[in-house]
């Protein structure tokens, strides 16, 4: 079947045929890819370990403290308390996950997921390896940069929080809008970063202001994605717990985060103006799969 040998060249499709577009094409795509969808998404997994692992602590720790800030002393170490915690936190990760990015693994799957969007052939061990190579300083500093907006934003928002259940001042309850409408926007911005980063030679700085700006001029479609990932990550979780870790290491981040890498393509293209010849891309051959 070659579902492992990742550098062989599929049947793809006729050079004559008619072009889809749109969800049509994003379709076509989802099924004629499959088998290499989970491939990245394996690959991904392995390689994001390291940076789940941290998640999951950073969520351990953020997550009680939080809590007890905003709604003071609260006994966390009961099991029931401590199940939910385990629970919060598992969930949080595999958000963050999808959502966030994992490192240098993010980019690989950005540039293969852009690459499956533009019907290009891409070599997926050789292509992974490389763009994690490539952009390795940049995802290390982002990952920094996620974990510590995630501490002082999460322990911002629960005092805020406490500060307006205690006084009832509107001053507080602005306060903690701002907070969580920052970090939803800060987390949306994710979904255009690690693609930028493997478009354009760019310095983080404007990898960062491009991708709020493209974030805000397509605030309401980032909100559906991200409301459909949060949506099902918690079904999955509630309904099945036992089989989130096996379906998360399959398929469950490639399928998520196809979508959105199609939607974010699209988008790029669009908005902003690109030279196919200055993007980073290594791989011609158009027809192939």
């Not at 999460?154 to 602005?174: D, E, M, V």
């Amino acid at each position: 079947m070659g579902f492992f040998n990742y550098d062989k060249p599929g049947k793809g499709i006729s050079k004559d045929a008619p072009r889809k577009k749109g969800i049509f094409l994003y379709f076509e795509l989802l099924g004629r890819k499959f088998s290499k969808l989970m491939c990245v998404n394996m690959l991904y997994f392995l390689f994001s370990i390291p940076m789940m692992l941290l998640y999951f602590g950073v969520f351990l720790f953020v997550i009680p403290t939080a809590l007890n800030i905003a709604f003071g002393t609260l006994d966390m170490w009961q099991s029931d308390a401590l199940l939910s915690q385990m629970f919060l936190s598992l969930f949080m990760t595999l958000v963050c996950t999808i959502t966030l990015g994992t490192g240098p693994a993010s980019s690989s799957m950005a540039y293969v997921m852009r690459e499956f969007s533009k019907e290009q052939h891409v070599w997926l061990w050789h292509n992974f390896i490389k763009k994690m190579k490539e952009n390795l300083k940049k995802e290390i500093a982002i990952c920094m940069i996620d974990l510590l907006f995630i501490c002082f934003s999460t322990i911002a928002f629960a005092f805020y929080l406490h500060q307006y259940l205690s006084s009832g001042s509107l001053i507080w309850f602005i306060l903690s809008f701002v907070i969580a409408f920052s970090s939803l926007v800060f987390a949306l911005m994710h979904f255009y970063i690690h693609q930028l980063i493997v478009t354009f030679e760019n310095k983080l700085v404007e990898i960062f202001k491009n991708a709020f700006l493209l974030t805000l001029s397509t605030l309401f479609s980032c909100v559906l994605l991200a409301g459909f990932i949060i949506g099902v990550n918690l079904y999955l979780n509630i309904t099945i717990p036992a089989l989130v870790i096996p379906l998360a290491f399959l398929v469950l981040i490639s399928f998520f985060r196809f979508p959105v890498e199609f939607y974010v393509h699209s988008v790029i293209k669009k908005l902003i103006p690109i030279d196919e010849n200055d993007t980073k891309t290594e791989e011609e051959t158009i027809f192939s799969d």
